[in-house]
T-cell receptor, first 115, second 113 residues
Framework: DTEVTQTPKHLVMGMTNKKSLKCEQH?????MYWYKQKAKKPPELMFV???????INESVPSRFSPECPNSSLLNLHLHALQPEDSALYLC??????????????FGPGTRLTVL | GESVGLHLPTLSVQEGDNSIINCAYS??????FIWYKQESGKGPQFIID?????DKRQGQRVTVLLNKTVKHLSLQIAATQPGDSAVYFC????????????FGEGTQLTVNP
């Protein structure tokens, strides 16, 4: 199984809502990532979990809260988002260390719209 | 600042032709360079990577060339097919940046039948 799955595929939420994005992989990867991608732009790293511990937070606003319940699951909890947070949210996983031969596998993303 | 970027935002080719997608980088400390393909509605998909101590690496129908002198990376796709239509991103990994993959701006490749 070389797949990263993400749910939901699409999400529309109001600025006062609380929602969560979910990501799952069964490749035994010990690093998992959240990226944000705006239209026609490259993915931007948000968070990295290494061995289920948060290792990188790219100064992401606290309205985004990541969680890694176990080595296969990664969540992104959303609260009080702004319309400018509308984007494609991508999850990825990889073996460690991140280097040649240990490429990142990406999920299909969740298309988020904040009204 | 340091960046990974692309020369051309769009590229249109005829089916069967060879495609060349270019990428410029400015950080000599990059350890690996990777090419990703992103089709509409999908996440990026790994194509090929190259270590910084190599000049060339070949895969199936794809070749990556690295010119460290001018800090230039290219992806060559042989006999381009309609299924190759996508956005292509180059990306880099630096040992000093931990588990960070830094993407350059993408190139939209369109293959005309």
């Amino acid at each position: 199984d070389t797949e990263v799955t993400q749910t939901p595929k699409h999400l529309v939420m109001g600025m006062t809502n609380k929602k969560s994005l979910k990501c799952e992989q069964h490749m035994g990867h010990r690093a998992m990532y959240w990226y944000k991608q705006k239209a026609k732009k490259p993915p931007e790293l948000m968070f990295v979990y290494s061995y289920e511990k948060l290792s990188i937070n790219e100064s992401v606003p606290s309205r985004f809260s990541p969680e890694c319940p176990n080595s296969s699951l990664l969540n992104l909890h959303l609260h009080a988002l702004q319309p400018e947070d509308s984007a494609l949210y991508l999850c990825a996983s990889s073996q460690l260390p991140l280097a040649g031969g240990n490429e990142q596998f990406f999920g299909p993303g969740t298309r988020l719209t904040v009204l | 600042g340091e960046s990974v970027g692309l020369h051309l935002p769009t590229l249109s080719v005829q089916e069967g032709d060879n495609s060349i997608i270019n990428c410029a980088y400015s950080n000599s400390a990059s350890d690996y360079f990777i090419w990703y393909k992103q089709e509409s509605g999908k996440g990026p998909q790994f194509i090929i990577d190259i270590r910084s101590n190599m000049d060339k690496r070949q895969g199936q129908r794809v070749t990556v060339l690295l010119n460290k002198t001018v800090k230039h990376l290219s992806l060559q796709i042989a006999a381009t097919q309609p299924g190759d239509s996508a956005v292509y991103f180059c990306a880099e990994i630096r040992k000093t940046s931990g588990s960070r993959l830094t993407f350059g701006e993408g190139t939209q490749l369109t293959v005309n039948p």
